[in-house]
């Protein structure tokens, strides 16, 4: 799949006319109809005017095939997040709704069986430890549910910016996703060492494949020469870039081509086939007679 071209059916063509001469004649093309100029994003030629102008250094930064495919990567994680989202938000609202009740007890004991029919349909079954954990909320102080509740608000929010900032595959948002993903990692390993499930194990292994993606191959942190070695790999696949090196191509001068030199068993070689006059005997036809080039004696001054 041609992602670039996935991309621009979507969004559109993205076109610049450069300044520099010698990069407009390798962007810019013409039919009896309409100018073309070169697409940023595919590199397909576009008709009509193009959408900026000025000089090359000053192009939009547009991001290509691979670009593309490594960002549907991070939109993934991006989804991953917006679940959690989801999930802490749910669980906050509970929170504060029993905190802000003036009867917890009473609330308790009125949601457990709509919430444990909620869960027959999902085809889940509530045990009785959790239904002991749920009841424990009853000797728990409202002024607690409500630091409780807004630790788990506060859990939703920073999910929601690190969805929001995955999605966008923005450096900041990188930074941001890698640098609470990697606050949340003791906490993980902390809750591991207590008990292992499943679950924790899955989100453990999902923070540090996305720490690790971010990483290396975002360059965070200096890693594998940090921003300045991403952004210098991310234009030498830029379509500028591509006719820099189509222009220099082109206007190169054309090297003459090499001349054969004699080397040492060329001094040798044998003269072709002459005739030397007298070389046979009486009724005998002549016969060639070679000489070699380091002879002493000219093969035209034979003598018969």
């Not at 004991?109 to 889940?124: H, N, S, Y």
């Not at 430890?129 to 009853?138: A, F, M, V």
Request: proline share 6%; hydrophobic share 45%; net charge positive.
């Amino acid at each position: 799949m041609d992602w670039s071209l996935r991309r621009c059916g979507r969004v559109g063509h993205v076109t610049y006319a450069p300044d520099e001469s010698h990069l407009r004649e390798q962007m810019h093309s013409s039919t009896a109809s309409a100018e073309l100029w070169q697409c940023l994003r595919c590199g397909t030629y576009v008709p009509g005017a193009p959408d900026g102008s000025g000089p090359a250094v000053d192009a939009p930064f547009i991001k290509r095939s691979k670009q593309i495919r490594a960002d549907m990567f991070l939109k993934l994680f991006s989804i991953e997040r917006a679940i959690r989202v989801v999930i802490f938000g749910g669980v906050a609202y509970g929170i504060w709704r029993y905190a802000n009740s003036r009867t917890i007890a009473a609330a308790i004991k009125r949601d457990i069986p709509i919430v444990r029919e909620f869960a027959r349909q999902l085809g889940f079954t509530l045990n009785h430890s959790l239904l002991e954990k749920i009841r424990s909320l009853l000797h728990v102080s409202s002024s607690n549910l409500r630091l409780l509740a807004l630790g788990v608000t506060g859990l939703a929010i920073v999910s929601a910016i690190e969805s929001f900032a995955l999605w966008q595959a923005k450096r900041w948002g990188e930074y941001f996703a890698a640098t609470v993903t990697a606050l949340g990692l003791p906490f993980e390993i902390y809750e591991l060492s207590k008990t292992v499930t499943v679950t924790k194990i899955i989100l453990f292994a999902l923070n540090l494949l996305l720490l690790g993606y971010l990483v290396y191959s975002r360059r965070l942190f200096g890693a594998r020469g940090g921003k300045e070695a991403y952004e210098a790999r991310l234009r030498a696949v830029s379509v500028i870039d591509e006719a820099e090196k189509a222009a220099a191509a082109l206007h190169a001068p054309q090297a003459p081509a090499p001349t054969a030199q004699p080397d040492d068993a060329s001094s040798h070689a044998v003269w072709p086939a002459a005739v030397v006059p007298g070389a046979a005997g009486p009724g005998q036809g002549s016969e060639p007679a070679t000489v070699r080039r380091d002879s002493p004696a000219d093969p035209g001054s034979a003598s018969p």
